[in-house]
């Protein structure tokens, strides 16, 4: 899984299915948990606190190319959620480290 993460060309077309399977299956029990919220099953800020831990996944090279390739599989108001999310937190990424905007 770490090399998945690291360095997905390297993996064997068995291992990349895994890794993939493995990503689809936690992107999916994500969007669950998301669901839930509208339910009214889970407390928005138990997911906001689980959101916090999907973006720094998601925002690994790796993760994101398999996310935009995915993203038609997931509800789209799931998709809005993370695609925010992971907007925000490069944003506070870049503010954080005082790099120049473009």
Same mark, same amino acid.
């Given at each position: 899984? $770490? #090399?998945?993460?690291?360095? /997905?060309? !390297?993996?064997? *077309?068995?291992?990349?299915?895994?890794? @993939?399977?493995?990503?689809?299956?936690?992107?999916?029990?994500?969007?669950?948990?998301?669901?839930?919220?509208?339910?009214?099953?889970?407390?928005?800020?138990?997911?906001?606190? $689980? #959101?916090?831990?999907?973006? /720094?996944? !998601?925002?690994? *090279?790796?993760?994101?190319?398999?996310? @935009?390739?995915?993203?038609?599989?997931?509800?789209?108001?799931?998709?809005?959620?993370?695609?925010?999310?992971?907007?925000?937190?490069?944003?506070?990424?870049?503010?954080?480290?005082?790099?120049?905007?473009?």
């Amino acid at each position: 899984m $770490l #090399l998945g993460f690291e360095d /997905p060309d !390297v993996l064997s *077309p068995v291992e990349r299915l895994r890794f @993939e399977s493995v990503l689809s299956d936690f992107l999916h029990a994500y969007q669950v948990l998301f669901a839930r919220v509208d339910e009214g099953i889970l407390y928005k800020e138990v997911w906001d606190n $689980l #959101l916090h831990s999907l973006g /720094p996944t !998601v925002q690994q *090279p790796s993760v994101a190319a398999f996310w @935009e390739k995915q993203k038609p599989e997931f509800r789209s108001d799931f998709v809005a959620a993370v695609d925010m999310f992971v907007a925000d937190a490069a944003v506070d990424a870049v503010e954080t480290q005082k790099i120049p905007q473009p």
